[in-house]
């Protein structure tokens, strides 16, 4: 059945919010402010899912995907709105999502640092293969979507791809990146600089100690090393440890091993007053234990950086019993898909 619907939100994850006779609709490949007709794919007790088949009264923020798979991919779902709206609408998500999920009331929210290049950006893909086609699945369905090129990857992945559906190839997945690694790193080498820049811009000046949990190869570690008297990364991955050690200056020092007994080992040595803690967590946020340590030794400043605004919520829910939240700063890390990236700073009171 075909249903009339206005937009009023667009949601973490990318849908379109709407509401008819009490129920909350969910909308892929929406704008807020538009008018679109819908067909029911999932129903629930207080929402449903549903299809979009046509746009009524569209948004004057709506443009041409620049990608021809948009909407089949379930790669992206950005690519119909204009950048800058997208920018306003992931801004918006973070502060709502902070607000909802973590219970805060007064968000210090800064302007969105934007992406200085939308497309061919990624410098890591993983392509999904089978019977014989390569591609990624397609929206909410694990069907693949055969794709010859992403237009979020970069030219030297897209290569890569050219080259890996030239061959014939056995069912599985297969990472395409411009490096090599066994461990993460950022897919987005430009705006992993803008990220470096705005935290050795935030962090305050006159620390001695800084602490980099989950450090992996010591991204942020390495960059901020030269303004305090002592580095000590701490990483689960060996391999990204060692990696770091290679070049190693005189005060750094890296532990490789759960990252929740390294850091009460090595704050608790710390002097709190004169410490900065950076936390760099995977999507599913900081472990209770990792909390524990944190609220028990009390570092002064914290830089949380997360890819995760629902559990940043509540991790930061935590910490504000002793923790005020200086700023929050999103920034476009992965700009036409849904994700975000955060940098909250936040300074101990009590």
Known sequence: ?????????????????????????????????????????????????AQLLSVDIPSSFRREPGCPYFGRCGGCSYQHIEYDRQLEIK????????????????????????????????N??????????????????LE???????SIASDAVNES???????????????LAERRQDFFEQTHDAMAELMLAEVEKTVRKGQSLLVDAYCGAGLFAKHLAGIFK???????????????????????RYYAGDVAAHLSSVLKEAD????????????????PAVADSILASHPSEILYVSCNPATLARDLALLSSRYRIESVTPLDMFPQTAGIEVVVHLIFVS
């Open 161 to 175: 791809l050219t080259e890996l559906r030239s061959r014939v190839l056995r069912d599985g997945d297969y990472t």
């Open 272 to 287: 709190a007053s004169t410490t900065t803690l950076l936390l760099d967590p995977p999507a599913i946020g900081i472990s």
């Open 1 to 49: 059945m075909m249903t009339g619907l206005k937009i009023e939100d667009v949601g973490f994850g990318g849908n379109g919010v709407g509401r008819s006779e009490g129920k909350v609709f969910f909308v892929p490949f929406t704008i807020d402010g538009e008018e679109v007709s819908v067909r029911i794919t999932k129903q629930k007790k207080n929402f449903a899912e």
């Open 91 to 122: 801004a918006r998500q973070v502060e709502q999502t902070l607000k909802r999920v973590g219970r805060l009331n007064d968000v210090p929210m800064h302007p969105i640092i934007a992406a200085p290049n939308e497309y061919g950006y990624r």
């Open 230 to 252: 002592q580095v000590i990364g701490i990483e689960e991955n060996q391999f990204a440890v060692q990696k770091a050690q290679q070049t190693a200056g005189a005060n750094e």
């Open 144 to 150: 693949l979507v055969d794709i010859e090129f992403c």
């Open 124 to 141: 890591r893909i993983r392509i999904h293969v089978s019977d014989g086609v390569a591609g990624f699945f397609a929206v909410n369905r």
